[in-house]
């Protein structure tokens, strides 16, 4: 036996036996990948992966430092996944910018009222790319399809012939850091002012990042002065980005700036049958109904429910009822937020706002740190089961009067002011989603 399997034994007596047959005796560890600090292991397949990396990675990875005294990360794939996500990375490292999903295409995309003036902004510029709406920008909340929108534009691109560059800013700026450090500039600006397209998503990273900026701004220019096309997303609006150049964000708001909106129900359900269909789950009207309407709005979420159900549906080959929907989404909802940590919401609620973690946890009282402080209290007091004194101990306050007081000011200002109301929601929106 090798040490894989004597681990898999240790963990069937610490479960139950039905557990240990339906998920775990279907693991098989790689002996030749296997290293002293990494333990591989393959799933049978993509759906039942997830479920088990979920569930047990930890006390997997438990059993094995028991075992060899070493503290060993676990890693559990499919067999041509991990070959086939290698050569991603690798591709990906060597041109510095990301392949499109193939799957993330017009037909694909449900359209509704949230999101139907987005669709038609990106579709017509698919159709006469640079003649219509150059830059095109699309902002909205996390989960609400706007990588999906723009790769679609990307493969529509693709598929005729055009060189298509698809980046995330924060790979953007990678890949010019390298370049500087390489001292092959010229590299770089060649290669993104010579695409026929560029598809740059989540710009608001470029946020108070000068350098870059300055570079962008010129990558820009050439693009825009030879009519290629440019397409944008963001998490909000070019005006409330902040710590962009002036000249950026307008330029950013000179073509078309389209909003996508959390999905009203009949579009999450035409979501939720769309995604059936492509995954082959088969789930009835009831249950559709139901997951879309438990789920707020982030479509991400609507997928790692399904991808459960399968799973579940696949192993036990029976069909999906309403009570097991239930379960699987209390479970999912209560997973989501039990890795939320102090550290996590405060990160969140500093970068949103542009300041350091670190100061909203100082005692300054200036204006904007109160303000921050102030949200980042009520968030962590609405999304994680820390007590009124514990929050005091954490944000270095006198006692638990003082967040009493501040729980009353937020929930004041929810009450009276609609923008602010919609920002906690959005915040609360991309805490949970991100976890
Ligand atoms: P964002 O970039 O806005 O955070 P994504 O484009 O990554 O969101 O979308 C998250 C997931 O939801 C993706 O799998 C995407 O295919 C799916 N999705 C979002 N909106 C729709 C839609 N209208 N129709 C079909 N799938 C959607
Ligand atoms: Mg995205």
Redesign the pocket.
């Known amino acids: 036996m090798n040490i894989g399997q004597e681990v898999l034994q240790l963990l069937k007596e610490e479960i139950t036996e039905v557990e240990y047959n339906r998920y775990i005796r279907q693991l098989l560890y790689d002996t030749k990948k296997s290293t002293s600090d990494l333990a591989i292991f393959y799933a049978p397949n993509a759906l039942v992966l997830k479920w088990i990396k979920n569930k047990y990675t930890e006390k997997i990875s438990h059993l094995f430092e028991v075992k060899s005294g070493e503290k060993v990360t676990v890693k559990i794939a499919l067999k041509n996944q991990i070959d086939k996500r290698k050569m991603k990375q690798k591709v990906e490292q060597k041109s510095g910018h990301s392949l499109l999903n193939p ?2 295409t017009f037909n ?5 009222g949230s ?1 139907q003036f987005a669709y038609a902004a990106v579709k017509s510029v698919s159709e006469k790319p640079g003649q219509t709406y150059n830059p095109l920008f699309i902002y ?12 679609s534009a990307g493969n529509v691109f693709q598929n005729q012939g055009k060189s298509v560059i698809y980046t995330t800013s924060e790979q953007f700026l990678n890949d010019f850091i390298r370049h500087v450090r390489n001292k092959t500039m010229d590299r770089f600006q060649e290669k993104y002012r010579k695409c026929d397209v560029l598809l740059i ?2 710009i608001q990273f470029l946020s108070n990042k000068e350098g870059i900026q300055e570079e962008f701004f010129h990558t820009f220019e050439a693009l825009k002065g030879v009519g290629k096309q440019i397409i944008l ?1 963001a998490d909000k609006h070019p005006k409330k980005i902040g710590g962009l150049e002036k000249r950026l964000q307008s330029r950013f708001e000179h073509g078309l700036v389209a909003d ?1 909106q959390p ?1 009203e129900l009949e ?1 999450k359900i ?2 939720i049958e ?2 059936c269909e492509i995954n082959k789950v088969k789930l009835s009207k009831d249950i559709i109904n139901y997951i879309a309407t438990v789920i707020e709005s ?3 979420e ?2 790692g429910i399904l991808s459960k159900l399968h799973a579940y549906s696949q192993l036990m080959h029976i069909d999906i009822t309403i009570e097991f929907t239930k379960n699987v989404l209390k479970d999912q909802l209560q997973e989501n937020r039990a890795n939320l940590t102090l550290d996590v919401i405060t990160g969140h609620v500093a970068k949103d706002l542009n300041i350091k973690p670190s100061e909203i946890r100082s005692k300054s009282r200036s204006r904007n740190l109160v303000y921050a402080r102030r949200i980042a209290i009520y968030l962590c007091r609405d999304l994680t089961p820390n007590t009124m004194p514990q929050l005091a101990q954490y944000f270095g306050m006198k006692d638990h009067t003082a967040i009493s007081h501040t729980l009353k000011k937020i929930n004041e200002l929810m009450k009276n002011d609609e923008d602010f109301k919609v920002k906690i929601e959005e915040l609360t929106n991309k805490i949970t989603s991100s976890s």
């Open positions: 799957s993330h694909n995309f449900m359209v509704g999101n909205g909340g996390v989960g609400l399809g706007k990588t999906h929108l723009m790769q998503d989540d997303t996508i999905p579009t035409a979501i769309k995604k982030n479509v991400r609507i997928e």
